[in-house]
Structures are given as C-alpha cells and as structure tokens.
C-alpha cells in the first residue's frame, strides 16, 4: 500500500480515539516529544525500522516509550502498540506528525514556525499570534528555532507562506544583485 496513504489512515484513526477519549492535548503534546525524539536520534528511527529478526516488537515499543522519557498516557501507550503490532514503527515520525496536523487543522488552530537569532519575546509571539487571528480568524501554535546564523531579523513559516526578514537572506539579494550588475559590465 501507498506509504502516505498508511500514514493518513493511521494518523486519522489517532485522531478519532483521542477524540472520543478526551484526550487529545495530552496525546498530542506526547506525539510531538516522540516525533522530536526520533529526529534527534537517527539511530533510534534506524532501529524502529529494521526487521522483528534484528530488534523484536517487544523490544521497539520499549524504545518508543523510553524516547518519552518512560512513561506514557494509556492512550499513547495503546497506539503505539498497536503501530508495533502491525509493524509499523518504521513510519512512526511520519504518522505523529500527520496527527498532530490534523488534531490542530481540526481544531482551527495553525501551525507556524518562527526563526529568529535568538529567543523572542512573549509579547513578539503573542503579536504574531493576533496578526494571523486578524487575517485567517484562526488560533495559531508557533514553533521557535534559535538560529544565531540569520545575523539578524527572523523567519516566519505558515501554511504555504513564507516571511523571510533575515538579515542573512537580505545580505543574500544584495550579492545576488551585484553578479547581476556586474555580469551587465562585463
């Protein structure tokens, strides 16, 4: 079967548990820590994916509940044995991420993601926020990365749009117009 498509069946049976659980923030702040903790751990993801010869089903649940530091609610605890089950640990980063879009899409709430040099502001964040409740009439969550390579200014990312007011992408169109310029010289 399509992989994206076992990620959306997946990810949407998640949704409709923790729904009819009332559960859902628990779930997805879990959801988040373990999607985080499979990408700061590449050899993790490499043992989720290999074969029930190399690493048993047993052994890979234990894994993912240790990336979350033990212990895990009852529903995420049946969720990812039922993704051990039927050996589908391997997508398993994949299928969080999927859920989390979908449990806040659901909920009117976007997802942003902020870069900036250094840590922002509450009240930078919070303005942000009331920006795009004003132009969309939804809620917003926003990531923050600290990346001390932009120089200055910062990187906003939401749905399909992208503000990017780095010091470093400005630096970038500047040098991109001299070669233009000097190619017109030459």
Known sequence: MNRSI?????????????????????VCS???RLRSALQNAPGLQGM???SDDVVSAEDKKKLLVSALGGSVSDQMDRYLELLVRSGRTDMTADILRSFTDAYYRARGVRKAHLTA??????EFLESLRELVRRK????????????PGLIGGFVFDIDDYLLDGSVRRQL????????????RII
Request: negative net charge; aromatic residues 8%.
């Open 30 to 32: 879990e959801a988040e």
């Open 6 to 26: 076992v990620i959306s069946r997946y990810a949407t049976a998640l949704v409709k548990y923790v729904g009819e659980e009332g559960c859902g923030e628990a």
């Open 117 to 122: 040099v250094s840590e922002p502001s509450a």
């Open 48 to 50: 989720l994916s290999s």
């Open 172 to 183: 970038e169109l500047i040098r991109e117009k001299f070669i233009e310029w000097n190619k």
């Open 136 to 147: 969309t009439g939804d809620d917003v969550r926003i990531e923050v990365d600290v990346d």
